[in-house]
């Protein structure tokens, strides 16, 4: 354990294996005595998507900014792909961050040039940079984007880059902070493609935070729910989409899927497979109407 780091009360646990962030008992305070975070376990591993869930202040943001090493760890442990984050850890490359806000992070004079950024700076030549950069435009459907200046493209395009910008790095993992709050449906459905297929086609892990529980049913293999700083559940969307407590405590509210399902089981009309998904729901009720067709005939 190092020496720069103070000790939280609650327990280390073993790291697993294909485990590629392990967080234990993590605490933080800001500088003026907020407590955002107090004893938060979480792991992600090796191909799966993992969604924090949480209301707005619940400290999500607090805590994926400390999986690349942005924010240092000074009470508990943080181990990220094999390596423990101290005080004098750098920030981690292997896992890119997308943050919540697109102004921030997209900023030179165009769009290749802000993606060749973390390239370059990672110490790849000029043609190398701009190369990455092209392929990481291009896998995520936004090659056309490469000229264009960043000021005037849509918050959804803008995000598009930010995503380009981490992957061009190469990443064993991408965190994305709300990745589609501020957009309209058909950029948000978007984005959750791209990220879904980063995970499934090109083997890149998952973090995403958010308070849209539709995308969580949709996106998520597994989920953490947070709350004042705490994490209060974790599991399967199954396991936390139809535990009403859990989601009342975190200010959160079910699926859509979900409370169109438990209407119909207060009918009677349900299968006893419960939905967290739209296209789950839609199997199911498809087959309560040729039931009651079945029955009229």
Request: charged share 25%; hydrophobic share 40%.
């Amino acid at each position: 354990m190092s020496n720069d780091k103070q000790l939280s009360a609650c327990e280390f646990r073993e790291l697993e294996e294909d485990e590629l962030i392990h967080v234990d008992c993590l605490e933080h305070v800001y500088p003026d005595g907020t407590s955002s975070l107090h004893n938060v376990c979480f792991s992600l591993f090796k191909g799966e998507i993992v969604v924090i869930c949480g209301a707005n202040g619940a400290g999500k943001s607090t805590l994926v900014e400390h999986l690349n090493g942005l924010i240092k760890p000074r009470v508990g442990r943080l181990i990220v792909l094999g390596h423990e984050v101290t005080q004098k850890t750098s920030v981690i490359t292997d896992v890119g961050l997308v943050f919540q806000d697109s102004d921030s992070q997209v900023f030179a004079p165009t769009v290749l040039d802000d993606v060749m950024f973390g390239p370059l700076n990672k110490g790849l030549t000029n043609e190398a940079a701009r190369q990455a950069a092209i392929s990481a435009l291009e896998r995520i459907g936004a090659g056309h984007l490469v000229n264009r200046i960043p000021y005037y493209l849509s918050t959804g395009e803008k995000r598009l880059v930010a995503i380009a910008g981490v992957l061009a790095m190469n990443p064993e993992v991408i965190v994305a902070d709300e990745p589609t709050s501020d957009l309209d449906p058909i950029h948000s459905r978007q984005i959750e493609s791209v990220l879904f297929e980063l995970k499934t086609n090109s083997g890149i892990s998952i973090v995403i935070a958010t308070h849209d529980m539709d995308l969580a049913a949709r996106i998520a293999d597994r989920i953490y729910v947070i709350a004042e700083g705490q994490v209060i559940a974790t599991g399967t969307p199954r396991d936390i989409f139809y535990n009403k407590s859990v989601l009342a405590r975190a200010n959160l509210s079910q699926p859509a899927a979900v409370r169109i399902y438990e209407r119909l089981c207060l009918a009677d009309s349900a299968s006893d497979f419960k939905p967290v998904k739209e296209h789950d729901l839609v199997e199911i009720i498809e087959n309560v109407l040729e039931k009651s067709n079945l029955k009229g005939l």
